[in-house]
Nanobody
Framework: VQLQASGGGLVQSGGSLRLSCAASGRTFSTYVMGWFRQAPGKEREFVAGIDRSGSITFYADSVKGRFTISRDNTKNTVYLQMSSLKPEDTAVYYC?????????????????WGQGTLVTVSS
């Protein structure tokens, strides 16, 4: 599967953005999907994950209550709605697809990655 992330940009602190990740192919609904981010000089970290049906989600503590992950299997797309953004949310955001059945927080579990989209939050 090929993944294409979009929706990044520059936003002020407290603002909102919605990221999208479009997947190619007919098997999108068979993948657990995740969003990760990597800030300059830091390791890539898990942000949010969603199961195949969209009924189960999991978030990093740092974004819980502010970010919402969702998916539309009819559109082969996963979303990340980000609200109450903080400067520390500044990073390149990546979507990823995992062929396993559970949401994993380790990047090594994910089989396919999008190219990343930059989110910059100004103070």
């Amino acid at each position: 599967v090929q993944l294409q992330a979009s929706g990044g940009g520059l936003v002020q602190s407290g603002g909102s953005l919605r990221l999208s990740c479009a997947a190619s192919g007919r098997t999108f609904s068979t993948y657990v999907m995740g969003w990760f981010r990597q800030a300059p000089g830091k390791e890539r970290e898990f942000v949010a994950g969603i199961d195949r049906s969209g009924s189960i989600t999991f978030y990093a503590d740092s974004v819980k209550g502010r970010f919402t992950i969702s998916r539309d299997n009819t559109k082969n797309t996963v979303y990340l709605q980000m609200s109450s953004l903080k400067p520390e949310d500044t990073a390149v955001y990546y979507c990823a697809a995992d062929r396993s059945q559970s949401i994993h927080t380790f990047s090594a579990h994910y089989d396919y990655w999008g190219q990343g989209t930059l989110v910059t939050v100004s103070s």
